[in-house]
């Protein structure tokens, strides 16, 4: 079956960098793009970062350009979003998420709080 795992968040100041990984297992990874969700406590769910099959294609949220980059290892079946620059705004789980036949697979989810 569809695994997604999420790791890496935690708390850092503003101003800090955080790198999330995603592990994926149960289909045919460099088959399919990923994307990158979050959700602030309060508010819908947005999606943050999307990554082609191959990784040639990239498009971001107008929120998180210039600040996060998504990235993926195929052989690792592995998608990153290094934040940087993180701001107060950031704080939300974060969701990794891919489309098979149309129906959407979510990770658990992992949290990201930036705060002094």
């Known amino acids: 079956q569809v695994q997604l795992v999420e790791s890496g968040g935690g708390l850092v100041q503003p101003g800090g960098s955080l790198r999330l990984s995603c592990t994926a297992s149960?289909?045919?990874?460099?088959?399919?793009?990923m994307r990158w969700y979050r959700q602030a406590p309060g508010k819908e769910r947005e999606l943050v970062a999307v990554?082609?099959?191959?990784?040639?294609?990239?498009n971001y949220a107008d929120s998180v350009k210039g600040r996060f980059t998504i990235s993926r290892d195929n052989a690792k079946n592995t998608v990153y979003l290094q934040m940087n620059s993180l701001k107060t705004e950031d704080t939300a789980v974060y969701y990794c998420?891919?489309?098979?036949?149309?129906?959407?697979?979510w990770g658990q989810g992992t949290q990201v709080t930036v705060s002094s």
């Open positions: 998420n891919v489309l098979i036949y149309l129906y959407p697979y």
């Open positions: 149960g289909f045919t990874f460099s088959n399919q793009a």
């Open positions: 990554i082609s099959s191959a990784g040639g294609s990239r």
